[in-house]
């Protein structure tokens, strides 16, 4: 961003003293932060307070470093730059992306959806890339303070801007694409996430509150794979285009990608694509349908915004593996699926397929963690996902965290018979392996999945993992 003290305050609504001296008026912040240690020179320093910390206790260290402007709910009698006092800084900070939004010349792509939608985001933004002047947020910076504040990192004058947004709570969604007010707005899946704070509308209905915030001459492109996603979208009367990953209803669909296998060469999933007529074959770093959706979803969004097909397959073909999202590496005998950053109902359904596709007829070992925020549906759920792991045939499973017995309820009534180990935490899981490996399940070689909810740390016991097995590897 390039926005000054005076521009900000009059987005803001905040009156200026009238002998405000010129140059005050004329400082200028280029971008923002909200952790004093991450600021450098022409910064707009957040103070948010926090359960734990105060950012306003860190303004001065956040000047000190270069801050030129601070924003802030009370005054700061000793900070020497300019200061804006609001009541609240996250809407603040909301505000000042949404004012940053309207001076792009870019086109804006909002992705979300209850899995995926960062691997999503990230595909996009490898096809773009090779088009044009493409940002995207990190990561998974996609909340109230996470994507404004990636909205104000950008120039202004890029070719395409690419953000994720994650909900949690009703009104999120409103928050989010009302700053973006997006020209598409890509909507990946909808599953069972965030159950507990999104209340009793359903996650179809919050996801495509997306669409109420389009650009005008905006659109949306969403999933006809989820039949209420599909009529939640419908009802809001906005122009759609849809993709799909599965034959039943490809028909329907302008965009269809199919899943052809693994290439034993790359290692990499191979898919055919059919984008608005033009099928082709493309090869990407996923597997299974989940990739397919991957794949398609974003190949669809570049499609509808007029990139050719070869740039299409050389984003997918370039994207890099995510940290803690499906990605793998050899240990020992083991090839080892490190996807523990999050898990809900469906993530969990779609990495138990891609796991088994990717094992073959190797042994295929989980390590899975309870699945957080689903509220009064939690018991049910896990049940359901117990059911889903048995369908894999795995060698045997390890489970951390709560609802073991709804999970070892499906197991049973899937009729798994295999080994089951409860752990706590490292120690746990080290006594569980070595038992393992002394059984005769092991044949000390397979697959292993590590997968759960934040809360869990499974990475945690992954280390333990990679410190039993030895040097790691890449995996083809």
């Known amino acids: 961003m390039r926005l000054t003290f005076e521009e900000m305050a009059a987005c803001l609504g905040v009156e200026l003293p009238e002998n405000t001296a010129g140059e005050v008026r004329r400082t200028v912040a280029r971008r923002a932060v909200t952790d004093s240690r991450e600021v450098t020179p022409e910064s707009l320093f957040v103070c948010i307070a926090g359960e734990h910390v105060d950012g306003h206790d860190f303004a001065a260290a956040a000047v000190e470093k270069g801050a030129s402007i601070v924003l802030a709910t009370r005054e700061l009698p000793d900070i020497p730059v300019p200061l804006l006092v609001v009541r609240d800084t996250v809407l603040a900070l909301g505000k000042l992306a949404a004012c940053w939004r309207e001076r792009t010349r870019a086109k804006v ?51 395409f801007w690419v953000f994720e947004v994650g909900i949690s709570h009703p009104g999120d969604m ?36 997306l669409l109420n915030h389009l650009a005008p ?12 996603l599909v009529w939640k979208a419908v009802g809001t009367h906005v122009p759609l285009h849809f993709f799909s990953a599965h034959e039943g209803v490809a028909g329907n669909s302008a965009y269809f990608a199919r899943y052809l296998g693994r290439d034993a060469e790359s290692g990499n999933g191979r898919y055919e694509l059919c984008l608005a007529g033009k099928t082709c074959r493309a090869e990407a770093p996923f597997l299974g349908t989940s990739g397919a959706e991957d794949c398609i979803a974003a190949a669809a969004c570049a499609d509808l915004l007029d990139l050719d097909t070869e740039e299409i397959l050389a984003g997918l073909r370039k994207v890099a593996a995510l940290p803690q999202r499906c990605r793998m590496e050899r240990r020992g005998g083991w090839i ?30 989980l390590v899975l963690g309870e699945m957080g925020e689903l509220g009064k549906q939690s018991a049910q759920l896990h049940s359901q996902l117990g059911r889903d792991a048995a369908k894999v045939s795995p060698a045997a499973i390890f489970w951390k965290g709560g609802r073991a017995e709804a999970v070892r309820a499906g197991l049973d009534a899937a ?21 393992f490996c002394a059984s005769a399940m ?24 990679s410190g039993i097995e030895g040097d790691g590897g890449n995996v083809l």
């Open 415 to 435: 009729g798994y018979a295999g080994p089951w180990f409860t752990i706590e935490g490292k120690k746990d899981f080290r006594e569980g392996w070595r038992s």
């Open 109 to 159: 792509v909002c992705v979300t959806g209850s899995c995926g939608k960062t691997t999503v985001k990230e595909t996009l933004y490898s096809i773009l890339s090779l088009h044009g002047k493409t940002v995207c947020n990190p990561l998974n910076h996609n909340n109230q303070i996470g994507m404004p504040c990636a909205v104000l990192d950008a120039d202004g004058d890029e070719d």
């Open 174 to 209: 409103d928050e989010l694409a009302g700053i973006l007010r997006p020209d598409i707005g890509l909507i990946v899946n909808v599953g069972d996430a965030h159950t507990e704070g999104l209340g009793d509308m359903g996650v179809a209905w919050h996801k495509t509150r």
């Open 336 to 365: 080892v699926m490190d996807d523990t950053y999050n898990a809900n109902p469906l993530s969990m359904r779609r990495m138990l397929e891609t796991a088994r596709d990717r094992a073959g007829e190797m042994p295929l070992v």
């Open 217 to 228: 001459e905006g659109f949306g492109l969403v999933s006809a794979d989820y039949p209420e």
């Open 442 to 465: 092991n044949r000390g070689e397979g697959l292993i999945l590590f997968k759960g909810s934040r809360s869990n740390r499974l990475e945690s016991v992954l280390e333990v993992f």
